[in-house]
């Protein structure tokens, strides 16, 4: 193993599961001491358990592209999340000075609509989303206030995100000698 490079597995948290994915593709789960498929990985993700995705070669950490690959998969299997436009002005943010900043809006306003969905309900096991829509649909006054609710606190995540950016701006502006 590259010697400048730490062994990552010695710096995961104890709780976190470790998977290790071969160069042959395959994953293995170092807890149950098994070969696991994506839809397994994605099973770790519904129940919300902690894990890491690690390079068995390399040690590199390969968490946020196993996430990808689900998230490809999901997409393309049944009714998209994203429709195309969301997916084109994400597109359009790489390489964006905003970048780090739409990340941390979008990464906010996913923490709000969890814990409003949380405080909803949780959706039924065996109801599919069509039915859980219709469902929700016919909640309507409720789901009103809780949707302003929520509008208004992605309204706040947003201005807090802004709020970054100028402060962030400002620092960066004297450190340069220039001030506002």
Same mark, same amino acid.
């Given at each position: 193993?590259?010697?400048?490079?730490?062994?990552?597995?010695?710096?995961?948290?104890?709780?976190?599961?470790?998977?290790?994915?071969? @160069?042959?593709?395959?994953?293995?789960?170092?807890?149950?001491?098994?070969?696991?498929?994506? !839809?397994?990985?994605?099973?770790?993700? +519904?129940?919300?358990? @902690?894990?890491?995705?690690?390079?068995?070669?390399?040690?590199?950490?390969?968490?946020?592209?196993?996430?990808?690959?689900?998230?490809? %998969? %999901?997409?393309?299997?049944?009714?998209?999340?994203?429709?195309?436009?969301?997916?084109?002005?994400?597109?359009?943010?790489?390489?964006?000075?905003?970048?780090?900043?739409?990340?941390?809006?979008?990464?906010?306003?996913?923490?709000?609509?969890?814990?409003?969905?949380?405080?909803?309900?949780?959706?039924?096991?065996?109801?599919?989303?069509? !039915?859980?829509?219709?469902?929700?649909?016919?909640?309507?006054?409720?789901?009103?206030? +809780?949707?302003?609710?929520?509008?208004?606190?992605?309204?706040?995540?947003?201005?807090?995100?802004?709020?970054?950016?100028?402060?962030?701006?400002?620092? +960066?502006?004297?450190? +340069?000698?220039?001030?506002?």
């Amino acid at each position: 193993m590259n010697k400048s490079k730490p062994d990552i597995e010695n710096v995961i948290p104890s709780g976190v599961r470790v998977i290790k994915k071969y @160069p042959n593709r395959r994953l293995y789960d170092t807890d149950t001491s098994t070969y696991i498929t994506l !839809a397994e990985v994605k099973g770790l993700v +519904m129940e919300a358990h @902690p894990f890491v995705v690690i390079d068995a070669k390399s040690g590199d950490d390969l968490t946020r592209s196993i996430l990808l690959q689900i998230i490809l %998969e %999901e997409e393309t299997a049944g009714v998209p999340l994203f429709t195309e436009q969301i997916l084109a002005n994400i597109i359009r943010f790489y390489g964006h000075a905003m970048q780090g900043f739409v990340g941390a809006y979008l990464e906010k306003n996913m923490q709000v609509f969890t814990e409003m969905q949380q405080k909803v309900a949780i959706q039924p096991k065996g109801m599919t989303p069509e !039915a859980w829509s219709q469902f929700l649909n016919v909640q309507g006054p409720v789901m009103q206030t +809780m949707m302003g609710s929520y509008m208004e606190q992605s309204k706040t995540a947003f201005q807090q995100v802004q709020e970054q950016m100028q402060r962030s701006s400002e620092q +960066m502006l004297a450190a +340069m000698g220039l001030k506002r």
